[in-house]
């Protein structure tokens, strides 16, 4: 069972920042939503050196991360780099949810959540992320929980650079944190 994913954005090739995140938070998971610009091979390097630190202090079988830590990067509107790892939107099944992940530029998120969530529920999805905006935003429309963790490198509309943890519990109820990096 994943227990806690780093959700991070618009990182426009900053990826330092995504790798002081993952530092931070020692995640079992991470989804990059989007303008990445960068290697996202050198990422999952990260995630999976920090796996192996947070597993070498000792902790019990049941805390330790399992290798190689999954990792899900869709493409956004800026990148051209990183090859098939970069995907449109991804529709997957985890802990008992449905998520649905985009950058958001396709659905058009600057301009309204709709097709968002109208593409979500399509999907049968009751978690969507998307990026795009570099503005946070965390709320329930129509049994869809609608997540963007802002820019973890150039925030937007006052924000700070910005990411989200989701951690779940053991009956896959989950919680999400906003964090300044």
């Known amino acids: 069972m994943i227990k806690k994913i780093l959700i991070v954005s618009d990182s426009h090739g900053k990826s330092l920042n995504v790798k002081k995140a993952i530092d931070r938070e020692y995640p079992d998971m991470l989804i990059h939503l989007g303008d990445i610009e960068d290697d996202p091979d050198e990422v999952c390097d990260w995630l999976n050196d920090a796996a192996r630190v947070w597993n070498a202090s000792g902790k019990a079988d049941n805390e330790r991360i399992a290798l190689p830590v999954p990792a899900v990067f869709i493409q956004g509107n800026c990148d051209r780099y990183g090859g098939d790892i970069l995907r449109k939107v991804a529709v997957f099944d985890l802990n008992d949810h449905r998520f649905f992940c985009t950058h958001g530029h396709r659905q058009g998120v600057n301009y ?22 570099h503005i946070p935003f965390d709320d329930d429309y129509d049994g869809v929980r609608i997540l963007n963790p802002g820019s973890i490198s150039l925030p937007r509309g006052g924000s700070n650079k910005s990411y989200m943890v989701m951690t779940f519990d053991a009956e896959g109820g989950f919680e999400v944190e906003l964090k300044e990096l």
């Open 112 to 133: 309204g959540l709709e097709n968002l969530m109208y593409t979500a529920m399509e999907n049968d999805a009751d978690i969507a992320m998307y990026g795009h905006t």
